[in-house]
C-alpha cells in the first residue's frame, strides 16, 4: 500500500519560517507535491519535485530525498494569510495519480 | 476564462435519494478526477477518467458512479447506497498522463439531511 504521514497541525509567528515535513511509502514512486488548502477552497498548487534537492519559488521551498522517502515545504517570512492546511501529495505508477497525506493545519498568529 | 467549474457550491438533499454532482472543464484536459475530503482528512479518490468512455475506481468507489461521455464533463452521482455521503467534493483535471499539475474545481459541500 502507500502510506504518506505529515503533522496534523503546527504553530508559527508572522515573519518568521516553518518547515512542514512529510514522509512517504510508496512503490513506482513519480515525485512529490505539496498543495495549500483555505478552509472550504479548493488546493492550490505550491510545487512539484521529481528530482532530490531543493527548488525555490519565491517565499515557498520544496525539498525532496527520494532514497530518504521524504520532503518538506519550506515557508519564509510568514504572512497571516499563509494559515491554511498544506497537503503533500505522492505521484506513483504509470497512471501518476497521486497519493494524499491528511494535511498539516498551518497557524500564523501576530 | 478557462478553468473547472462545479455546481452547486452547497447541496442539501435527504437521505436515500440520489444526487449528481456536476464538473465541466474548458481547458481541453485529457484526465479527470473525483475526490472527497472530510474534515481533517486528505484527498481520496472516488473514480478517474483518463480517455472519454473509460473511468476507473479509486480507492473508495463504493457508492459512486460516474460517465464520461464529452471531453469536458466528468459528472459524479452519490447513490443511495453511499453510507456517509456528507462531505466536501472536489474535481480535478490534467492536460495529460504523465504531466504534473493537477487543476481543481472550487468544490461543492454536499450535506445529506
Known amino acids: 500500500g502507500q502510506n504518506i504521514d505529515q503533522p496534523t497541525e503546527m504553530t508559527a509567528t508572522e515573519g518568521a519560517i516553518v518547515q512542514i515535513n512529510c514522509t512517504y511509502q510508496?512503490?513506482?514512486?513519480?515525485?512529490l507535491f505539496w498543495y495549500q488548502q483555505h478552509a472550504g477552497e479548493a488546493p492550490t498548487f505550491l510545487s512539484y519535485?521529481?528530482?532530490?534537492g531543493l527548488e525555490e519559488k519565491g517565499r515557498f521551498s520544496s525539498f525532496l530525498s527520494r532514497s530518504k522517502g521524504y520532503s518538506y515545504l519550506l515557508l519564509k517570512e510568514l504572512q497571516m494569510k499563509d494559515s491554511a492546511s498544506y497537503l503533500c501529495a505522492a505521484s506513483s505508477g504509470g497512471s501518476y495519480i497521486p497519493t494524499f497525506g491528511r494535511g498539516t493545519s498551518l497557524i500564523v498568529h501576530p | 476564462d478557462g478553468g473547472i467549474t462545479q455546481s452547486p457550491k452547497y447541496l442539501f438533499r435527504k437521505e436515500g435519494q440520489n444526487v449528481t454532482l456536476s464538473c465541466e472543464q474548458n481547458l481541453n484536459h485529457d484526465a479527470m478526477y473525483w475526490y472527497r475530503q472530510d474534515p481533517g482528512q486528505g484527498l481520496r479518490l472516488i473514480y478517474y477518467?483518463?480517455?472519454?468512455?473509460?473511468?476507473q475506481k479509486g480507492d473508495i468507489a463504493e457508492g459512486y458512479s460516474v460517465s464520461r461521455e464529452k471531453k469536458e464533463s466528468f459528472p459524479l452521482t452519490v447513490t443511495s447506497a453511499q453510507k456517509n455521503p456528507t462531505a466536501f467534493y472536489l474535481c480535478a483535471s490534467i492536460p495529460g498522463i504523465g504531466t504534473d499539475t493537477q487543476y481543481f474545481g472550487p468544490g461543492t459541500r454536499l450535506t445529506v439531511l
Open positions: 510508496t512503490s513506482g514512486f513519480n515525485g
Open positions: 477518467s483518463q480517455i472519454v468512455n473509460d473511468f
Open positions: 519535485n521529481v528530482l532530490d
